[in-house]
């Protein structure tokens, strides 16, 4: 099976995902078995991988990708490997969230919802 995918992250987050000596990058495409290619300039990564199905986890790694590319670091990131670990990320615009202040307003409701549950879980 053959994949490519292209993902965009923020240039200032290129770092975190290559990593000190590209250790970071080097793990994704071991554990993944894909390979990254980062352009540092743009901060499209294409993702691409070649083998049995069974082997590769490209869904995996453009998980990762994204997370890294969103603000999480590496090791957070790399938890989406561990078990059922997936990332969604939502559009708040799509729950009536217009403006900037709306958007704020959202983002404190759901951490406080987060928090609270997280909470009641952990006891």
Known sequence: MSFEKLIR?????????????????EKIEKICHVELE??????????RSQGKIEDI??????????????GFSPDNALRLLKGENTLHVID????????????????????????????DVSK
């Open 57 to 70: 986890q490209p869904f995996k790694a453009m998980e990762i990708v994204t997370a890294i590319g969103r």
């Open 38 to 47: 980062i352009d540092s300039e743009t901060g499209e990564t294409i993702i």
């Open 92 to 119: 708040l615009r799509e729950f009536g969230a217009k403006s900037p202040a709306q958007i704020e307003r959202i983002k404190g409701r759901i951490i406080i919802l987060y928090s609270k549950n997280f909470t």
């Open 9 to 25: 992250i923020p240039t200032d987050r290129i770092g975190a995902l290559i990593g000190k000596s590209g250790q970071v990058k």
